[in-house]
């Protein structure tokens, strides 16, 4: 039974910076799936945020973030992370980790204040 299990959302100012982590428990084929950060605002659909190869070489951004969102990953740890950097008021969602389109995590709130 595979469980995504986000961290390190918060509160933040415009301009911070945040480090989300998905840890994929359970999962011992972690290191053959992409997997993918996706968010949703209040009132809005969820939108795909970013997205990682199974080994990591290749990433795919939103425009909306690139140049501010990394995506990576650590297979030893089974673990994919979201580097999130000059923040906006507009990054505020709920964001949710996903293994290979299927599995999803629970959710992490980002808040950012103008």
């Known amino acids: 039974q595979v469980q995504l299990v986000e961290s390190g959302g918060g509160l933040v100012q415009a301009g911070g910076s945040l480090r989300l982590s998905c840890l994929a428990s359970?999962?011992?084929?972690?290191?053959?799936?992409?997997m993918a950060w996706y968010r949703q605002a209040p009132g809005k659909q969820r939108e795909l945020v970013a997205t990682?190869?199974?080994?990591?070489?290749?990433?795919t951004y939103a425009d909306s973030v690139k140049g501010r969102f990394t995506i990576s990953r650590d297979n030893s740890k089974k673990t994919v992370y979201l580097e999130m950097n000059s923040l906006k008021p507009e990054d505020t969602a709920v964001y949710y980790c996903?293994?290979?389109?299927?599995?999803w995590g629970q959710g992490t709130q980002v808040t950012v204040s103008s």
């Open positions: 359970g999962e011992i084929y972690f290191n053959l799936y992409w």
């Open positions: 996903n293994e290979r389109g299927i599995d």
């Open positions: 990682i190869s199974a080994g990591g070489t290749n990433r």
